[in-house]
Each structure stands twice: as structure tokens, then as C-alpha cells.
């Protein structure tokens, strides 16, 4: 979301909605936390992403080994985008958009260009072993047998040793340093549908290799965001643990850039890291499968801190920090307390915003917020699945009932990732 491309110095790049004449946005910038506690004696190794990232483009070529220079300098290790329901776009091309007043230019790849050979997924339809593109025939996919149709596909395979060395990653601003990396290979896909009911709603799918020697103890992945309803000092935070949902809706019901009615935005965890329970009274259900003796381990932690605050309540830069707010604690590794209940809790604001009930965020400011899931434990080898979808509504009416329409609007998210998005082509 962070648009350092169209922009030089760095602007909020998520646009909604596309048809407004002025550029109004709803995201400043988002990433990917990845923390263990690694081999014998559990090091706390940490990787990051968010304003600037410990991330490189490329794979893990041999496991448990630092990738030769030769990946960092490969320029095939790139996203990979494709456009599906236009045939005209089948072998590729440039189209140009128009988004808040201001015109983009897409290029698209081949179905033909799409990495098989890198690891993207595609959906096998001619029944001969192999990806041979055609436009009734094979075409990429979103993986795991999944053969949902999206407008839209971009993939692309990074990795934590930044620019393949092992170094101690840096620290920045909400970017937690001082810790080496893991040896994290993530393919990630990012998809939409351009049908009504998914309309403002983008989908977000990592696929996680420990590509590493050493065990992962205590995993944790994280998404931090830095939501700005379009004003950045207006806005609040929440959480729904029972849908796996976090948002940020604005303090009251007229923002300076979207005006009365702003809307709310969250991410909603669709398939979370599978944990092994061995008990047969334990289910995972998938899309694709369902597991006895394991668990989803859902959302496990909500936290939301200010720019410009301390260490325990401010954007974290060290990897301590960071980790505490992953395992559910504030960044000084202190409980978080319900205001309300005066008990311990993982999830910050996990009261009902709608109705003003329980413990809500009541003071407005510049927040950014991480979305958590653990924990697990990750071998040599092993992979897990997250997938998110990020939604956007104003359906609501006023900025408090707009956070009872995102709910209702990530259930619809939930139900057609279910269902393999049958009903949205």
C-alpha cells in the first residue's frame, strides 16, 4: 500500500473508493512479522516488513544455507502479474486506470510468463501433467487445489536475508531490528474479484517455509498496518475475536478528506497456521481439506500503539519489542488490561465499537496496529498458510455502524473463500 512508486517520497498507495475525483485513501502502509525462538538455544530471530522491510526478492535455494548473491541479482525474482477474465490480456499488455482523479499504468504479464517453475500455483483443467496456459485450458491459480477465478493475480517469492547475507537485520521506524533472520521463504498472492459482493474487498495469501536448519519454537506471525481513514489523527481501533477481525474505524462521523459517513476498514484472518493438537475431538476445517487433530489457531492477539509513544505503547524498533506484541503483551512485555473487566487480555478494544459497549477505543489519534496468530511450532522444511482479506465499507451510515457493516461484510469474505468463490466470477 506504501506507493514509493508513483510517488517518490512516499505516499499512502490504497485508494478508495476508485471513482472519487480527488485521491482519498484508507491505508498508509501494511506488512508481514515473522518471530520464533530458533534452535538449541532459542535466539530470537525476527524478520519484518512495514515502512521498509528486512525482506528481499528471491527464494532459499538449499535449505539451512545463506542464498548466493546470484538470487539478489536475478531480476526474474520479481511479481508476476496476470489479469483473468480479459482475453484480450491472455498474452499480456498495458492498460491504463484511473483512481482518484489521477490515471495508472498497469502491465500485465502472459498467462504463458506465470513462475510454475518458481512456485506460483495454477489450475490444472486440460488433464496433461504440467501448466500449458490456455484460455479455456490451464491458468494460474491461488493454490491448494482451489479453483477460484480472480479478475486479478499477483505473485511473487522473497525471503529474509536481506540481500542474501545473514547480518543482524537493522532497525527503523515500526521496523524491529537487532535480531538475525530465520530463514523464511514466503510466496505470497494477492488477488480481487470484481464481482458486487467482493467489490471492496482485496485477499492476501502467504505461504511460509522454514527453509532453515534450526527449529522454529514459539512462531508468531504478525500483520501491522498503519490505517489512516483518510486524516490520520482521527482514528480509532478494534478488534472482534470471534471473527478473527481487527479495524479502525474514525472518531466521529466527519473526517477532513472523506467527509460525513467515513467508512471502516479491517483484515480478517480466513485461514490462520494450523497447530497440531493430536486430540480427535480437534477439527481444521479448509477450504480444500478438513484435519482431525489439528486447530486453527485463529486471531491469538490485537494491539494498537501511537506514533510518537514510548517503547511500551509507541512503533516498535527492536525485536524484543516487536516480539511481546506478537505473543500478546504490550511492547515492554507487560499484560495489556481490560479497562473494563480489569482482567489480563491479549485483545486490545475488544468490545462492541456499533454499540459502544465493553472496552472500545475512546480517544482519537494516529495509530498503527498488529494483528497476531500463534503460537506454533514450525520444523526444518515445514510450511503454513495465512490468508487475509482486507475490507472496506460505508454501508454502515455513521462512522460507528460502518464497523457493524465491515463484520457482516467479512463474513461474506469468509463464506465465498469457503466455497472456492464459486459464486463470484
Same mark, same amino acid.
Given at each position: 500500500?506504501?506507493?514509493?512508486?508513483?510517488?517518490?517520497?512516499?505516499?499512502?498507495?490504497?485508494?478508495?473508493? *476508485?471513482?472519487?475525483?480527488?485521491?482519498?485513501?484508507? *491505508?498508509?502502509?501494511?506488512?508481514?512479522?515473522?518471530?520464533?525462538?530458533?534452535?538449541?538455544?532459542?535466539?530470537?530471530?525476527?524478520?519484518?516488513?512495514?515502512?521498509?522491510?528486512?525482506? #528481499?526478492?528471491?527464494?532459499?535455494?538449499?535449505?539451512?544455507?545463506?542464498?548466493?548473491?546470484?538470487?539478489?541479482?536475478?531480476?526474474?525474482? &520479481?511479481?508476476?502479474?496476470?489479469? $483473468?477474465?480479459?482475453?484480450?490480456?491472455?498474452?499480456?499488455?498495458?492498460?491504463?486506470?484511473?483512481?482518484?482523479?489521477?490515471?495508472?499504468?498497469?502491465?500485465?504479464? #502472459?498467462?504463458?510468463?506465470?513462475?510454475?517453475?518458481?512456485? =506460483?500455483?495454477?489450475?490444472?483443467?486440460?488433464?496433461?501433467?504440467?501448466?500449458? %496456459?490456455?484460455?479455456?485450458?490451464?491458468?494460474?491459480?491461488?493454490?491448494?487445489?482451489?479453483?477460484?477465478?480472480?479478475?486479478?493475480?499477483?505473485?511473487?517469492?522473497?525471503?529474509?536475508?536481506?540481500?542474501?547475507?545473514?547480518?543482524?537485520?537493522? #532497525?527503523?521506524?515500526? $521496523?524491529?531490528?537487532? =535480531?538475525?533472520?530465520?530463514? =523464511?521463504?514466503?510466496?505470497?498472492? *494477492?488477488? /480481487?474479484? /470484481?464481482?458486487?459482493?467482493?467489490?471492496?474487498?482485496?485477499?492476501?495469501?502467504?505461504?511460509?517455509?522454514?527453509?532453515?536448519?534450526?527449529?522454529?519454537?514459539?512462531?508468531?506471525?504478525?500483520?501491522?498496518?498503519?490505517?489512516?481513514?483518510?486524516?490520520?489523527?482521527?482514528?480509532?481501533?478494534?478488534?472482534?475475536?470471534?471473527?478473527?477481525?481487527?479495524?479502525?474505524?474514525?472518531?466521529?462521523?466527519?473526517?477532513?478528506?472523506?467527509?460525513?459517513?467515513?467508512?471502516?476498514?479491517?483484515?480478517?484472518? $480466513?485461514?490462520?497456521?494450523?497447530?497440531?493438537?493430536?486430540?480427535?475431538?480437534?477439527?481444521?476445517?479448509?477450504?480444500?481439506?478438513?484435519?482431525?487433530?489439528?486447530?486453527?489457531?485463529?486471531?491469538?492477539?490485537?494491539?494498537?500503539?501511537?506514533?510518537? +509513544?514510548?517503547?511500551?505503547?509507541?512503533?516498535?524498533?527492536?525485536?524484543?519489542?516487536?516480539?511481546?506484541?506478537?505473543?500478546?503483551?504490550?511492547?515492554?512485555?507487560?499484560?495489556?488490561?481490560?479497562?473494563?473487566?480489569?482482567?489480563?487480555?491479549?485483545?486490545?478494544? +475488544?468490545?462492541?465499537?456499533?454499540?459502544?459497549?465493553?472496552?472500545?477505543?475512546?480517544?482519537?489519534?494516529?495509530? &498503527? /496496529?498488529?494483528?497476531?496468530?500463534?503460537?506454533?511450532?514450525?520444523? %526444518?522444511?515445514?510450511?503454513?498458510?495465512?490468508?487475509?482479506?482486507?475490507?472496506?465499507?460505508?454501508?454502515?451510515?455513521?462512522?460507528?455502524?460502518? *464497523?457493524?457493516?465491515?463484520?457482516?461484510?467479512?463474513?461474506?469474505?469468509?463464506?465465498?473463500?469457503?466455497?472456492?468463490? &464459486?459464486?463470484?466470477?
Amino acid at each position: 500500500n506504501y506507493d514509493k512508486v508513483s510517488f517518490p517520497n512516499g505516499v499512502a498507495g490504497f485508494i478508495w473508493p *476508485v471513482n472519487s475525483p480527488q485521491k482519498l485513501t484508507a *491505508v498508509f502502509t501494511s506488512g508481514l512479522w515473522i518471530g520464533a525462538k530458533t534452535g538449541p538455544q532459542r535466539t530470537l530471530s525476527l524478520s519484518a516488513s512495514m515502512y521498509n522491510t528486512h525482506y #528481499s526478492p528471491g527464494n532459499i535455494p538449499v535449505m539451512g544455507q545463506v542464498p548466493p548473491q546470484s538470487v539478489c541479482s536475478d531480476p526474474s525474482w &520479481r511479481g508476476y502479474y496476470v489479469q $483473468l477474465t480479459d482475453p484480450s490480456l491472455f498474452s499480456g499488455g498495458t492498460r491504463y486506470k484511473t483512481a482518484g482523479g489521477r490515471q495508472y499504468t498497469f502491465n500485465y504479464d #502472459s498467462w504463458a510468463a506465470w513462475p510454475v517453475q518458481k512456485g =506460483a500455483p495454477y489450475v490444472e483443467i486440460n488433464g496433461i501433467p504440467g501448466y500449458q %496456459p490456455a484460455w479455456n485450458g490451464d491458468r494460474p491459480g491461488i493454490g491448494n487445489g482451489m479453483t477460484a477465478r480472480p479478475e486479478e493475480l499477483l505473485f511473487i517469492v522473497f525471503m529474509d536475508y536481506t540481500n542474501c547475507s545473514d547480518s543482524i537485520h537493522r #532497525s527503523e521506524l515500526s $521496523l524491529p531490528g537487532g =535480531a538475525p533472520p530465520l530463514g =523464511a521463504e514466503i510466496h505470497q498472492i *494477492v488477488f /480481487n474479484f /470484481n464481482c458486487f459482493p467482493l467489490r471492496d474487498i482485496y485477499f492476501i495469501k502467504y505461504r511460509i517455509i522454514n527453509k532453515s536448519n534450526l527449529l522454529w519454537d514459539s512462531t508468531y506471525f504478525s500483520v501491522p498496518n498503519d490505517f489512516d481513514l483518510g486524516e490520520p489523527n482521527d482514528d480509532q481501533t478494534g478488534c472482534d475475536s470471534i471473527r478473527n477481525l481487527t479495524f479502525v474505524n474514525n472518531w466521529d462521523n466527519n473526517d477532513y478528506d472523506y467527509g460525513m459517513n467515513p467508512p471502516a476498514i479491517g483484515l480478517r484472518f $480466513l485461514q490462520s497456521p494450523l497447530k497440531l493438537t493430536g486430540s480427535n475431538i480437534d477439527t481444521a476445517k479448509l477450504p480444500y481439506d478438513t484435519l482431525i487433530g489439528y486447530k486453527l489457531t485463529g486471531l491469538t492477539g490485537f494491539f494498537t500503539y501511537y506514533n510518537g +509513544s514510548n517503547e511500551c505503547y509507541g512503533d516498535p524498533d527492536h525485536a524484543i519489542h516487536a516480539y511481546n506484541i506478537m505473543r500478546g503483551k504490550d511492547g515492554c512485555g507487560y499484560n495489556i488490561i481490560n479497562w473494563v473487566t480489569g482482567n489480563p487480555t491479549a485483545f486490545m478494544y +475488544s468490545g462492541n465499537t456499533c454499540s459502544r459497549t465493553g472496552w472500545h477505543d475512546s480517544v482519537q489519534g494516529d495509530k &498503527r /496496529n498488529n494483528s497476531n496468530t500463534g503460537n506454533i511450532t514450525m520444523n %526444518p522444511g515445514d510450511t503454513q498458510i495465512v490468508v487475509l482479506s482486507y475490507m472496506i465499507t460505508r454501508d454502515g451510515g455513521n462512522n460507528l455502524l460502518n *464497523v457493524c457493516a465491515l463484520q457482516s461484510l467479512s463474513d461474506s469474505a469468509l463464506k465465498y473463500y469457503y466455497n472456492d468463490f &464459486r459464486t463470484c466470477i
